[in-house]
């Protein structure tokens, strides 16, 4: 039989005489008969090894399951599959196996009491495919605070949204933690907030590469001028699934640091967003107080730390920015809420809801002087070729992204254009008597900073009682429509999902039904990098 087999292999054996090939096929007949084979044609199955046997625990998360794996190899990857029957539907991302023994896979991404189906899936190094025994896992209750939360998702007739899942950050009273919710609207997890300070929430809650998540602890909103915060509650964070924490640091330690290195600038509270870059530092966002003529006025701080939490790099407002000008107030000068990177040239923007503006900083990764490379917005630096100015400029906005492969000399930028005190073409302000109320939009602007011309590329223009009075974000998604958190209208929050085609056409929406605020929602391809879920 080896000589069969090896023989079909090569393709050496050579035709010769008929008394030698019969002389073979005399003597393999026998070992076929012996060994049950009908067909000389197919080879001997190979000995399967083992089943793979797997066992399912409760971890702390009542939402997250603990799958363990005793057989698997060195050099092998694994992954689960689950679901609520034996179909699953769902995986975990890959986690490579160093050394031959127990594997350990955490599963997320379940609704509250529901039992659920899953299984092992084994690559070995060589490209073979093992898949382990079913088990099943029920899971336990959402905590009271989040089981009171209502929310109504809808998807529209005809439509099929981008694939994923939804992460929300609210923005007033209870619950301050952020949950992840299928496409239906179900919490299939949430952040367990041990430490909970009503006056110190998660601010913009978002997913690291690694599959950990980032959040700043601040007030809901910036420091008020009058009053003192805890520095020690005020944090940045990274946490993993489970929720336990991996690093973080607190206003306290950072001002600390920032002493020792000889910056002088003392830090009110972090809040709204913290930027990751891909060399592992981190941006931060703070604030600080200066008293200028008398009044204590609010500015923002941007803080450059290594991936040991030391600071490298400051950029302060009130050293870059005009005082003088405040077209939202004196005291809360800038009220700042992302700063987004630019990969291309290494520079950063900064959304500075209170000037209207979105500011690209030069920042050089590290290296620059934070002098403002250009101001985008009414009064700033660049010319409307379309549209109305000063009417059609975004006021109060939020979230600025890059939706374009560059980010620098010609490229494409979204953002959330709240609205607030929108100029008309008479210098009217929107809601004042007379005036035309205020609208909220969703516009996509390609800038030519070299020309300094910005053309609205696309915008979606809603009506003004889906006005978002502020919070909120707004994405391109990977099948190319338009996703956007009217997180401040007055009823409570709407996310909406529309196509990016002229029409703007509804797709699908969550909206609160017991007037939450979604301060941020983010679209998720799942619950673990590189894997995409499609809701079942």
């Given at each position: 039989?080896?000589?069969?087999?090896?023989?079909?292999?090569?393709?050496?054996?050579?035709m010769?005489?008929?008394?030698?090939?019969?002389?073979?096929?005399?003597?393999?007949?026998?070992?076929?008969?012996l060994?049950?084979?009908?067909?000389?044609?197919?080879?001997?199955?190979?000995?399967?090894e083992?089943?793979?046997?797997?066992?399912?625990?409760?971890?702390?998360?009542?939402?997250?399951a603990?799958?363990?794996?005793?057989?698997?190899?060195?050099?092998?990857?694994?992954?689960?599959?689950?679901?609520?029957?034996?179909?699953?539907?769902f995986?975990?991302?890959?986690?490579?196996?160093?050394?031959?023994?127990?594997?350990?896979?955490?599963?997320?991404?379940m609704?509250?009491?529901?039992?659920?189906?899953?299984?092992?899936?084994?690559?070995?190094?060589?490209?073979?495919?093992?898949v382990?025994d079913?088990?099943?896992?029920?899971t336990?209750?959402?905590?009271?605070?989040?089981?009171?939360?209502?929310?109504?998702?809808?998807?529209?007739?005809?439509?099929?949204?981008?694939?994923?899942?939804?992460?929300?950050?609210?923005?007033?009273?209870?619950?301050?933690?952020?949950?992840?919710?299928?496409?239906?609207?179900?919490?299939?997890?949430y952040?367990?907030?041990?430490?909970?300070?009503?006056?110190?929430?998660?601010?913009?809650?978002?997913?690291?590469?690694?599959?950990?998540?980032?959040?700043?602890?601040?007030?809901?909103?910036?420091?008020?001028?009058?009053?003192?915060?805890?520095?020690?509650?005020?944090?940045?964070?990274?946490?993993?699934l489970?929720?336990?924490?991996?690093?973080?640091?607190?206003?306290?330690?950072?001002?600390?640091?920032?002493?020792?290195?000889?910056?002088?600038?003392?830090?009110?509270?972090?809040?709204?967003?913290?930027?990751?870059?891909?060399?592992?530092?981190?941006?931060?966002?703070?604030?600080?107080?200066?008293?200028?003529?008398?009044?204590?006025?609010?500015?923002?701080?941007?803080?450059?730390?290594?991936?040991?939490?030391?600071?490298?790099?400051?950029?302060?407002?009130?050293?870059?920015l005009?005082?003088?000008?405040h077209p939202?107030?004196?005291?809360?000068?800038?009220?700042?809420?992302?700063?987004?990177?630019?990969?291309?040239?290494?520079?950063?923007?900064?959304?500075?809801?209170?000037?209207?503006?979105?500011?690209?900083?030069?920042?050089?990764?590290?290296?620059?002087?934070?002098?403002?490379?250009?101001?985008?917005?009414?009064?700033?630096?660049?010319?409307?070729?379309?549209?109305?100015?000063?009417?059609?400029?975004?006021?109060?906005?939020?979230?600025?992204?890059?939706?374009?492969?560059?980010?620098?000399?010609?490229?494409?930028?979204?953002?959330?254009?709240?609205?607030?005190?929108?100029?008309?073409?008479?210098?009217?302000?929107?809601?004042?008597?007379?005036?035309?109320?205020?609208?909220?939009?969703?516009?996509?602007?390609?800038?030519?900073?070299?020309?300094?011309?910005?053309?609205?590329?696309?915008?979606?223009?809603?009506?003004?009682?889906?006005?978002?009075?502020?919070?909120?974000?707004?994405?391109?998604?990977?099948?190319?429509?338009?996703?956007?958190?009217?997180?401040?209208?007055?009823?409570?929050?709407?996310?909406?999902?529309?196509?990016?085609?002229?029409?703007?056409?509804?797709?699908?929406?969550?909206?609160?039904?017991?007037?939450?605020?979604?301060?941020?929602?983010?679209?998720?391809?799942?619950?673990?990098?590189g894997?995409?879920?499609?809701?079942?």
């Amino acid at each position: 039989m080896q000589l069969e087999n090896r023989t079909r292999r090569d393709g050496r054996m050579q035709m010769g005489s008929k008394r030698l090939i019969g002389g073979l096929v005399a003597a393999i007949i026998p070992l076929l008969m012996l060994a049950g084979c009908g067909d000389s044609e197919e080879p001997l199955a190979a000995v399967p090894e083992s089943p793979v046997t797997v066992s399912v625990e409760q971890t702390v998360h009542p939402l997250i399951a603990r799958l363990k794996v005793p057989s698997a190899k060195a050099s092998s990857t694994v992954e689960a599959e689950f679901g609520p029957t034996t179909s699953y539907g769902f995986s975990t991302s890959k986690t490579s196996v160093t050394a031959a023994g127990l594997a350990s896979l955490l599963i997320a991404g379940m609704r509250a009491n529901a039992t659920y189906h899953m299984r092992a899936k084994i690559t070995d190094a060589n490209g073979s495919v093992r898949v382990s025994d079913d088990v099943t896992f029920t899971t336990g209750s959402l905590p009271e605070n989040l089981a009171a939360v209502r929310l109504k998702a809808e998807t529209a007739a005809g439509q099929k949204p981008s694939p994923g899942v939804e992460l929300i950050s609210t923005a007033n009273a209870s619950p301050y933690q952020p949950y992840v919710v299928d496409l239906q609207g179900n919490i299939i997890w949430y952040y367990p907030w041990s430490d909970h300070e009503q006056s110190f929430t998660p601010n913009g809650i978002e997913q690291l590469a690694n599959g950990n998540f980032i959040s700043s602890f601040g007030p809901s909103s910036t420091l008020p001028i009058s009053g003192k915060p805890d520095p020690t509650k005020s944090l940045i964070r990274e946490f993993n699934l489970l929720g336990e924490t991996v690093k973080q640091l607190s206003i306290a330690d950072l001002n600390t640091k920032l002493a020792a290195v000889g910056f002088n600038v003392q830090l009110g509270v972090f809040h709204h967003h913290v930027e990751v870059l891909p060399n592992g530092h981190w941006l931060l966002l703070a604030n600080t107080v200066k008293v200028v003529d008398g009044l204590s006025v609010l500015g923002d701080v941007v803080i450059d730390v290594d991936a040991d939490l030391k600071p490298t790099w400051v950029w302060n407002s009130f050293d870059h920015l005009d005082v003088a000008r405040h077209p939202m107030g004196a005291q809360d000068w800038t009220h700042a809420n992302a700063v987004t990177y630019s990969p291309t040239d290494g520079n950063f923007l900064i959304s500075i809801r209170h000037q209207h503006w979105v500011v690209k900083v030069n920042y050089r990764n590290g290296q620059g002087d934070g002098s403002s490379v250009w101001r985008l917005g009414p009064g700033g630096d660049f010319k409307l070729t379309n549209g109305k100015e000063p009417t059609d400029w975004q006021y109060a906005q939020h979230y600025p992204e890059f939706v374009s492969q560059s980010s620098a000399g010609v490229f494409d930028l979204s953002l959330m254009d709240n609205g607030n005190e929108r100029v008309n073409a008479n210098g009217g302000i929107c809601g004042n008597i007379g005036v035309p109320p205020c609208y909220t939009t969703m516009p996509i602007f390609r800038v030519d900073e070299q020309a300094k011309l910005v053309t609205i590329r696309s915008r979606v223009t809603l009506p003004p009682e889906l006005y978002s009075r502020f919070g909120g974000n707004a994405e391109v998604l990977d099948n190319g429509n338009f996703e956007f958190d009217l997180c401040g209208v007055d009823s409570g929050a709407v996310v909406q999902e529309r196509t990016s085609d002229d029409k703007h056409e509804l797709v699908w929406s969550l909206t609160s039904l017991n007037g939450a605020f979604f301060y941020r929602a983010f679209r998720m391809k799942s619950l673990y990098p590189g894997v995409t879920w499609v809701t079942l």
